[in-house]
């Protein structure tokens, strides 16, 4: 059996990024990273791929802290949105840059992990390599970077089988190309990939019949580039510390700003400044995209209050207009529910129905690793979402409903302003509880949300004693390639017990664990109350937020979280990727003068 310092799977932006400070931090250890697509990149991968599809964020602000997306590395240019092959090869050659890519196992998948609950530790893990014999590997140290895109979530609908045309999901996209030559198709869901969809079959001169649930989310935001008063990007806009202050977040104290966020939550006047930022906000988007200049573009106005958008709050890139594809005859959008399909149409239950050739579902993805963690039962402690129960064993932490409910009241306590709660759908209900849908019985259980320390580790003891797993890829933001260099850092740091702030030095004191988990609860609980339709039972998400959480794992780090030289500069430059660009030098100085650079395990 191959045994392994460190395991990564997942071969993605988060993956990449865990793998490549592992190796250059621990260059003697033994490192694999397992990847079941056929080329690396995760949602980048090349199978993934279709012509037109361009990152959210304009250059500049897509890429690692340590590896510049040049212009004249790269086929790209400043201001425009990044092509889906340009970032292929991005991180392909990051990959070569940093001397991973020889460590990359492609097609192959990791089936199950099996923690070893001995003194030293480890996992191990039942790999099938494609069309070969499935092996067993073990892994001292194990991190999973499968991510939140990894696995679609596919309901089946009433007629599927008699509808003659391909069904398939906006995953799938780019293998079935071929419906771009089709007359008329029907796209189902209004999240980002649908409006690529959209986008994607208007422009090839294909009539689409766009269905929006009547009892779903409704339309996500949508933003040019440039938005507000201040014409900022806005991935930018999203980082600029004296407008993160606006935003209500359970970690926001981390940034050191503690009386003016008081200020902004904690008294009338300052909620009141809060809600007219959103207000500004959106306005701005309503306003720029003229959503009310046409009784077509008004079906795509959002339902839930921009407060509460986590990342489905998306960015224009297109090179149309979109809305004036939806304005024209190769549009047409259904605000309703489908009923069944039958051979060549689509059924709504108010009795429309219309001729499609295709239909592409934008049915979201499954929010749990794709792969059996053993012994059973162990995700209780692991911190992935698992079922719902009234009665839960101790250690089932996202369970308990004493912490549940002491989270909850400090939160309100705190943020007074998310007792209001947005009511985006009187007549809301689940898509795997909607008519003419039918999901499998997983699907249907409610489950708990992720339930992990900094989002990245679990607060058990089984786990922190060993160090032998993380995760990484759970937190979505605007900036997530920083979140990839740092949190791979701070990863890095807790298997070799370099932390300042080192969760593991809980274990076997019960008043510090008692704290840790508590922390914990408090951090992932706030997601259902800040972000209620986006985070809830998924993974970490926001958006506003993203600053102050680089600054918490900076302070875990041991490092000074303010890089901009100066007050002014500090609350009022956005944060970018180059402002961390040495961060892994900093540290390692920092670890040479305290004279705690020798690793734990050494």
Avoid at 194 to 205: L, M
Avoid at 382 to 391: K, Q, S, T, Y
Avoid at 540 to 548: G, H, K, M
Wanted: some cysteine; overall charge neutral; proline content about 7%.
């Amino acid at each position: 059996m191959e045994r392994f310092d460190y395991v990564v799977v997942g071969a993605g932006f988060h993956g990449l990024a865990a793998a490549k400070q592992l190796h250059c931090l621990n260059p003697d250890s033994t490192l694999a990273i397992f990847e079941g697509q056929s080329t690396l990149g995760g949602k980048w991968a090349e199978n993934r791929l279709f012509p037109g599809l361009k990152s959210n964020n304009l250059l500049g602000t897509y890429e690692y802290p340590d590896f510049p997306m040049s212009s004249d590395k790269f086929d790209v240019k400043p201001g425009e949105h990044i092509p889906g092959e340009v970032i292929n090869t991005y991180l392909k050659a990051y990959s070569q840059e940093f001397g991973i890519i020889d460590f990359v196992r492609l097609n192959t998948t990791v089936l199950a992990a099996e923690h070893q609950d001995t003194g030293e530790g480890g996992w191990i893990l039942t790999v099938q390599p494609l069309k070969r014999e499935r092996v067993n590997v073990f892994a001292r140290r194990l991190i999973i970077a499968t991510g939140l895109l990894s696995e679609p979530f596919m309901p089946r609908f009433n007629g599927q089988d008699q509808f003659g045309g391909k069904v398939f999901h906006s995953n799938d996209f780019s293998q079935n190309s071929d419906t771009l030559k089709a007359k008329t198709v029907t796209v189902f869901g209004a999240g980002k990939s649908g409006w690529d969809a959209v986008y994607q079959y208007a422009t090839a001169g294909v009539k689409v019949h766009w269905i929006i649930r009547s009892s779903g989310h409704g339309p996500i935001w949508m933003a040019p580039p440039y938005v507000t008063p201040f014409k900022k990007w806005i991935e930018k806009l999203a980082n600029m510390r004296f407008l993160t202050w606006f935003s209500p977040c359970i970690w926001g104290d981390a940034d050191g700003y503690q009386g003016i966020r008081s200020f902004y939550h904690r008294t009338w006047l300052g909620r009141f400044l809060v809600d007219r930022f959103w207000n500004i906000l959106s306005q701005d988007v309503i306003t720029l995209n003229k959503l009310d200049s046409h009784p077509d573009t008004a079906k795509l106005k959002p339902w839930l209050d921009v407060m509460f958008a986590g990342c489905s709050y998306s960015i224009l890139n297109y090179d149309q207009d979109f809305f004036e594809l939806v304005k024209s005859d190769r549009v047409e959008i259904h605000i309703g529910e489908i009923s069944k399909l039958s051979p060549g149409k689509v059924h709504l239950a108010d009795g429309t129905e219309f001729e499609s050739d295709a239909f592409l579902a934008n049915t979201g993805w499954k929010h749990v690793p794709p792969m059996k963690f053993l012994p059973e039962g162990i995700e209780k402690e692991l911190g992935i979402p698992h079922e719902v129960v009234d009665n839960p064993t101790p250690e089932d932490l996202a369970n308990q409903p004493t912490l549940i409910e002491r989270a909850d009241r400090e939160i309100l306590q705190l943020f007074p302003r998310l007792k209001q709660q947005p009511v985006w759908n009187k007549k809301f209900v689940p898509l795997t509880d909607q008519k003419g849908i039918r999901t499998d019985a997983a699907s249907r259980t409610p489950s708990t949300p992720y339930m992990l320390h900094r989002f990245l580790v679990p607060p058990s003891p089984r786990f922190l004693r060993p160090r032998d797993v993380a995760f990484i890829g759970l937190q979505t933001n605007f900036s997530n390639t920083i979140t990839a260099h740092i949190s791979a850092l701070w990863i890095n740091a807790y298997f070799s017990g370099k932390l300042v702030r080192d969760p593991a030095k809980a274990v076997d004191d019960k008043e510090a664990m008692e704290k840790l988990q508590y922390e914990t609860m408090l951090h992932n609980r706030f997601g259902r109350w800040r972000y209620p339709t986006e985070w809830g039972n998924k993974g970490p998400n926001f958006i506003f937020d993203a600053v102050p959480y680089f600054d918490l794992l900076q302070h875990d780090l041991g490092l000074n979280p303010y890089r901009k030289g100066g007050m002014f500069a500090e609350i009022s430059s956005p944060y970018g990727p180059e402002d961390y660009r040495n961060i892994n030098e900093e540290w390692l100085k920092m670890q040479e003068a305290s004279g705690t650079a020798k690793d734990i395990n050494e």
